[in-house]
C-alpha cells in the first residue's frame, strides 16, 4: 500500500502561483511513479502530469501549458506541482496519484488538496 498527502492548496489570487506538495508513504517501489490530477467544478477529473522515479523528467498532458512544473525530490518521497500565472479557470481539487511499474491505472490516490483563484 502506498499512501498519499497533498497540501498546499487554498485560494489564491488570479496571476499567482502556487506550489503544491504530495508526500508518499507505505511501500514505494523503484517503478513508482507520481502523478498529478484535477477535477474542476462540474467536470471530470483530469490527468495534469507525471514523474516516474526511474525517468530524469516529467511528462504532461497535450492540454497542459508551460504553467505547470512537476517536480520531485526522491530522497523525501515527495512530488511538487508548480502553477505559476493562475487563472480563475486553474479553480478545481487537485490529487495526487500514485502507481507502481507501467500499468495504466493509478491505484494510489491523496485526499486531494482544493485550489480556488479568485479574478
Known amino acids: 500500500q502506498v499512501q498519499l498527502v497533498e497540501s498546499g492548496g487554498g485560494l489564491v489570487q488570479a496571476g499567482g502561483s502556487l506550489r503544491l506538495s504530495c508526500a508518499a508513504s507505505g511501500r514505494l517501489s523503484s517503478t513508482l511513479t507520481m502523478a498529478w490530477f484535477r477535477q474542476a467544478p462540474g467536470k471530470e477529473r483530469a490527468f495534469v502530469g507525471a514523474?516516474?522515479?526511474?525517468?530524469?523528467?516529467?511528462w504532461y498532458a497535450d492540454s497542459v501549458n508551460g504553467r505547470f512544473t512537476v517536480s520531485r525530490d526522491s530522497a523525501k518521497n515527495m512530488v511538487y506541482l508548480e502553477i505559476n500565472s493562475l487563472k480563475p479557470e486553474d479553480t478545481a481539487v487537485y490529487y495526487c496519484?500514485?502507481?507502481?511499474?507501467?500499468?495504466?491505472?493509478?491505484?494510489?490516490w491523496g485526499q486531494g488538496t482544493q485550489v480556488i483563484v479568485s479574478s
Open positions: 496519484a500514485a502507481k507502481a511499474g507501467p500499468t495504466f491505472n493509478y491505484p494510489y
Open positions: 514523474f516516474s522515479w526511474s525517468a530524469t523528467r516529467p
